[in-house]
Nanobody
Framework: QVQLADSGGGLVQPGGSLRLACASS????????VHWYRQVPGNQRELVAA???????NYRNSVKGRFTISRDDEKNTVYLQMTDLKPDDTATYIC??????????WGQGTQVSVSL
């Protein structure tokens, strides 16, 4: 059973940067897409960024120009580089791997807090 492990969260000041990692225990090529979601308690989970197996990326409008999703196929890891962080970016960030004919695979989440 493939597992995804999220890491890289932390506490940063506004304007700071973090790089999140979503490491797969199997080949990252097994997923046709990997998504990063974020969730704040009481709010709906929202899609932040996505990358396909072919490297096509997509972002929610509020993070365009600040966040970059990428993949390292040798390390079987998808990254989310976050810059110019704002307090509204505070959330638990969770990666999700999608395979054909299978339920989504979820990481355990990593907390990002942006505060003075």
């Amino acid at each position: 059973q493939v597992q995804l492990a999220d890491s890289g969260g932390g506490l940063v000041q506004p304007g700071g940067s973090l790089r999140l990692a979503c490491a797969s225990s199997g080949s990252i090529f097994d997923f046709y897409a990997v998504h990063w979601y974020r969730q704040v308690p009481g709010n709906q989970r929202e899609l932040v960024a996505a990358i396909t197996a072919g490297g096509v990326t997509n972002y929610r409008n509020s993070v365009k120009g600040r966040f970059t999703i990428s993949r390292d196929d040798e390390k079987n890891t998808v990254y989310l580089q976050m810059t110019d962080l704002k307090p509204d970016d505070t959330a638990t960030y969770i990666c999700c791997g999608l395979k054909y004919g299978s339920d989504p695979y979820w990481g355990q989440g990593t907390q990002v807090s942006v505060s003075l």
